[in-house]
């Protein structure tokens, strides 16, 4: 379904508050999820798409994931919340899938037939980014990390090798496509608010989880009651993070 905008883009950004309290009123499951297909047309790294997103809409698995975040208020009275999760360990199954889309642009010839344009994209995905993903814990990431430090010294290279390094990559590109979201939601007058106070673990345990999965935030939905915004926006001044150079 097509979502029409209520907001511009501008319009949008500066109506989003983080919403502590909402209404008790049910919101459209649809534009929900159409909302969060808008939030995986993200920039993502390398096209990786190591995301997961979960609509709650059931009331005793958000009573459950209530309880977990502690009974704060945006969840308390939520009417629905999604959850972000990064998945840094589907990144040979996003490499598979980035390979066979590749080929279908491409179309059906023999690897001697590829432009070279054609080649660097695949070897892209065959040999580069399975060299910065793969890992042993984490030992093959520090010998990495220490080569590409040297190489450095010589000329320029992608310095983050590491494990922690690449959990990092996934979870930036998993808080890009939730604020993709929660723009999203506030273009159609519907409010949000993430959430990063919970027990992880019992959270992965109600989704049923992989121990590699982590969760990114988790966003509280629903009307906004006008008590819910707790105070006037404030940010540092402008000139104080802008610098032109």
Same mark, same amino acid.
């Given at each position: 379904m097509d979502i029409v905008n209520e907001r511009s883009v501008s319009e949008?950004?500066?109506?989003?508050?983080?919403? +502590?309290?909402?209404? !008790?009123?049910?919101?459209?499951?649809?534009?929900?999820?159409?909302?969060? +297909?808008?939030? %995986?047309?993200?920039? %993502?790294? !390398?096209?990786?798409?190591?995301?997961?997103?979960?609509?709650?809409?059931?009331?005793?698995?958000?009573?459950?994931? %209530?309880?977990?975040?502690? *009974?704060? *208020?945006?969840?308390?009275?939520? !009417?629905?919340?999604?959850?972000?999760?990064?998945r840094k360990?589907?990144?040979?199954?996003?490499?598979?899938? *980035?390979?066979a889309f590749l080929k279908s642009q491409f179309g059906d010839k023999s690897t001697a037939d590829y432009s070279k344009r054609e080649?660097?994209?695949?070897?892209?995905?065959?040999?580069?980014?399975p060299t910065l993903y793969f890992d042993f814990i984490g030992i093959l990431g520090a010998l990495k990390f220490l080569a590409f430090q040297i190489i450095g010294i010589f000329k320029p290279i992608y310095r983050e090798a590491r494990? !922690?390094?690449? +959990?990092i990559v996934a979870q930036k590109s998993a808080a890009l496509a939730a604020q993709n979201f929660m723009i999203s939601m506030?273009?159609?007058?519907?409010?949000?608010?993430?959430?990063?106070?919970?027990?992880?673990?019992?959270i992965k345990k109600i989704l049923n989880l992989p121990?590699?999965?982590?969760?990114?935030m988790i966003i509280g939905c629903g009307i906004r009651e006008e008590s819910g915004v707790y105070g006037e926006r404030f940010r540092v001044p402008f000139e104080e993070v802008f610098f032109k150079i």
């Open positions: 949008a950004i500066k109506y989003r508050r983080s919403v +502590r309290v909402f209404k !008790s009123e049910a919101l459209d499951d649809d534009k929900v999820k159409e909302c969060i +297909r808008l939030a %995986t047309l993200a920039p %993502t790294s !390398s096209n990786m798409q190591l995301w997961e997103f979960y609509q709650i809409t059931t009331p005793k698995v958000l009573e459950q994931i %209530t309880t977990a975040s502690f *009974n704060q *208020n945006a969840a308390k009275t939520a !009417s629905q919340m999604v959850i972000v999760v990064a360990d589907l990144w040979k199954k996003r490499v598979e899938s *980035n390979i080649k660097f994209a695949l070897n892209y995905y065959q040999k580069i980014v494990l !922690s390094d690449m +959990r506030a273009a159609i007058n519907y409010d949000t608010c993430p959430m990063e106070g919970f027990d992880s673990l019992r121990p590699a999965a982590e969760i990114n």
